[in-house]
């Protein structure tokens, strides 16, 4: 009797009640033990299925074996066969691993496009949401409200028109003869300007400043929906309001009403505290607002991806025009006939405000960063770009629509503004406020001023004698000489 397991002759045999076999019992409990099972038939087998089996103590012992060529080549033989038969047991798991594989890729593959289609779907659905106006029951116009509604890309009345035509040819054809005023600032006495007054707003979300058309009131707004107005000649704030229409994204004046957009849409337009009109025509935030020359009109812009026009006069929206991206700020050409707007992916869109067409746009210079601040400068040609925490600002030729000159200002752009001749040109940021200055009769661009003062934005004062500082604490500063 051999053992079926170690094919030596068992101290202590026993035998299967299943399959019959003889197995040494040290090896077989051991077996059992670990995989539950007979090792010669796979069936299922205990301790209690063996049976032990008596033999005489004194066993002869196996003959020598090896002992000859022939039987070392049947040992090799025998070798090469067990070799052989796991080499094609490998070979069948690895086929059955391969086609899991190849199956669990397949359903991935498949997984995969359907997220893709289930996004693209989304994103087409969020967009034509986006897209949906909202026509009021009442035909009649809510000064309050706002709630009077015109249909996207609609053509503007004719009065608006006649304004838009006259404020364009009234302001373009002294732009060019309009000297510099004897008491305007130059670039050697604002190489003098420091801080001389600071201001605690007390606001801890307010991220810009909008000066009125005199350069001595200034507005901003809190992230819980409060309104300061900055007296610049007091150096104290004359009015606060909370208007309750949600954190307010960004203002400007319109003559001497103040104007805001708010972070869920709505665009507010109030007076000595008090509102005067209120528009809900964005599906989402309204990020920006900006006042046409002729002082009538009022556009805004959102992430809905459109601009809104509003006749002031009337309490109308005009027109709401899309875009192929969310927009993030805008601003009137000085003539009013054109409309710039900064996008999230880093373009700049021209639009006709006449025909409300999309007559141009400046590529991202910065590889699709967003589009934080514009300003167009007074001579009609130029406008000024700032990029989400990029430390240049690109300076645009309208008549050659190219990138003219681009500002190293050492620090994340965040705020920037023209001065009323078109010579000085703010920047500011989290490291400090930078004045550059371009001289006409040399074409040659300076820095006059170079100041740490932390600011989000920045404006001029009245005959640029000083310049207005939102710093990141949320406190007014004033530099002067």
Same mark, same amino acid.
């Given at each position: 009797?051999?053992c079926a397991i170690s094919g030596e002759a068992p101290e202590h045999p026993v035998a299967s009640r299943?399959?019959?076999?003889?197995?040494?019992?040290? #090896?077989?409990?051991?077996?059992?033990?670990?995989?539950?099972?007979?090792?010669?038939?796979?069936?299922? #087998?205990?301790?209690?299925?063996?049976?032990?089996?008596?033999?005489?103590?004194?066993?002869?012992?196996?003959?020598?074996?090896?002992?000859?060529?022939? %039987?070392?080549?049947?040992?090799?033989?025998?070798?090469?066969?067990?070799?052989?038969?796991?080499?094609?047991?490998?070979?069948?798991?690895?086929?059955?691993?391969?086609?899991?594989?190849?199956?669990?890729?397949?359903?991935?593959?498949?997984?995969?496009?359907?997220?893709?289609?289930?996004?693209?779907?989304?994103?087409?659905?969020?967009?034509?949401?986006?897209?949906?106006?909202?026509?009021?029951?009442?035909?009649?116009?809510?000064?309050?409200?706002?709630?009077?509604?015109?249909?996207?890309?609609?053509?503007?009345?004719?009065?608006?028109?006649?304004?838009?035509?006259?404020?364009?040819?009234?302001?373009?054809?002294?732009?060019? *003869?309009?000297?510099?005023?004897? &008491?305007?600032?130059?670039?050697?006495?604002?190489?003098?300007?420091?801080? *001389?007054?600071? =201001?605690?707003?007390?606001?801890?979300?307010?991220?810009?400043?909008?000066?009125? /058309?005199?350069?001595?009131?200034?507005?901003?707004?809190?992230?819980?929906?409060?309104?300061?107005?900055?007296?610049?000649?007091?150096?104290?704030?004359?009015?606060?309001?909370?208007?309750?229409?949600?954190?307010?994204?960004?203002?400007?004046?319109?003559?001497?009403?103040?104007?805001?957009?708010? %972070?869920?849409?709505?665009?507010?337009?109030?007076?000595?505290?008090?509102?005067?009109?209120?528009?809900?025509?964005?599906?989402?935030?309204a990020n920006a607002v900006a006042a046409h020359p002729s002082g009538d009109l009022l556009a805004s812009?959102?992430?809905?991806?459109?601009?809104?026009?509003?006749?002031? /006069?009337?309490?109308?929206?005009?027109?709401?025009?899309?875009?192929?991206?969310?927009?993030?700020?805008?601003?009137?050409?000085? &003539?009013?006939?054109? +409309? =710039?707007?900064?996008?999230?992916?880093?373009?700049?869109?021209?639009?006709?405000? *006449?025909?409300?067409?999309?007559?141009?746009?400046?590529?991202?210079?910065?590889?699709?960063?967003?589009?934080?601040? +514009?300003?167009?400068?007074?001579?009609?040609?130029?406008?000024?770009?700032?990029?989400?925490?990029?430390?240049?600002?690109?300076?645009?030729?309208?008549? *050659?629509?190219? %990138?003219?000159?681009?500002?190293?200002?050492?620090?994340?752009?965040?705020?920037?503004?023209?001065?009323?001749?078109?010579?000085? #040109?703010?920047?500011?940021?989290?490291?400090?406020?930078?004045?550059?200055?371009?001289?006409?009769?040399?074409?040659?661009?300076?820095?006059?001023?170079?100041?740490?003062?932390?600011?989000?934005?920045?404006?001029?004062? =009245?005959?640029?004698?000083?310049?207005?500082? #939102?710093?990141?604490?949320?406190?007014?500063?004033?530099?002067? =000489?």
């Amino acid at each position: 009797m051999l053992c079926a397991i170690s094919g030596e002759a068992p101290e202590h045999p026993v035998a299967s009640r299943k399959s019959g076999n003889v197995f040494e019992r040290r #090896l077989i409990e051991a077996y059992i033990s670990e995989n539950g099972s007979d090792p010669v038939t796979g069936e299922d #087998l205990t301790t209690d299925d063996l049976i032990d089996l008596k033999q005489a103590r004194l066993v002869k012992p196996r003959a020598p074996q090896l002992t000859s060529i022939p %039987a070392l080549l049947s040992a090799f033989q025998t070798e090469w066969d067990a070799l052989t038969l796991e080499a094609y047991q490998l070979n069948v798991q690895l086929a059955e691993t391969r086609q899991e594989l190849s199956t669990a890729l397949y359903y991935n593959d498949s997984a995969q496009r359907v997220i893709a289609r289930l996004q693209k779907e989304r994103d087409e659905a969020r967009d034509a949401l986006s897209r949906v106006s909202v026509t009021s029951a009442n035909n009649g116009v809510s000064h309050i409200n706002g709630d009077a509604m015109q249909v996207d890309g609609q053509g503007l009345p004719d009065e608006v028109l006649a304004k838009l035509e006259s404020t364009q040819q009234r302001l373009s054809a002294t732009r060019r *003869k309009r000297p510099v005023p004897e &008491d305007w600032a130059t670039g050697d006495s604002i190489a003098n300007y420091d801080v *001389k007054s600071t =201001a605690d707003t007390q606001f801890t979300g307010a991220k810009s400043l909008g000066v009125d /058309h005199s350069g001595d009131f200034f507005l901003c707004g809190d992230s819980d929906g409060t309104v300061g107005i900055f007296d610049l000649k007091q150096g104290a704030f004359s009015t606060r309001s909370n208007l309750g229409a949600g954190g307010i994204t960004h203002g400007t004046w319109v003559h001497d009403k103040a104007v805001v957009a708010t %972070a869920n849409g709505a665009v507010v337009v109030t007076q000595e505290g008090s509102v005067q009109a209120k528009f809900h025509q964005h599906a989402g935030a309204a990020n920006a607002v900006a006042a046409h020359p002729s002082g009538d009109l009022l556009a805004s812009v959102g992430v809905d991806k459109s601009y809104v026009l509003y006749d002031l /006069h009337s309490s109308k929206v005009l027109t709401q025009i899309f875009s192929d991206s969310e927009l993030t700020t805008v601003t009137f050409h000085p &003539d009013g006939h054109l +409309l =710039a707007a900064g996008a999230v992916d880093g373009s700049i869109k021209l639009y006709e405000v *006449k025909s409300s067409q999309l007559a141009h746009t400046f590529p991202s210079p910065s590889g699709g960063v967003p589009v934080v601040t +514009l300003d167009f400068s007074e001579n009609g040609t130029w406008l000024a770009s700032g990029y989400q925490g990029q430390s240049s600002v690109t300076v645009w030729d309208l008549r *050659k629509l190219n %990138a003219l000159k681009t500002l190293e200002m050492g620090t994340a752009v965040t705020g920037i503004s023209w001065d009323y001749t078109g010579q000085f #040109l703010a920047a500011s940021g989290p490291g400090g406020v930078v004045v550059s200055q371009y001289t006409k009769s040399s074409k040659a661009w300076t820095e006059p001023l170079r100041k740490g003062v932390s600011a989000q934005d920045v404006k001029w004062g =009245a005959r640029a004698t000083s310049l207005v500082a #939102l710093t990141a604490d949320g406190a007014v500063a004033v530099l002067s =000489a």
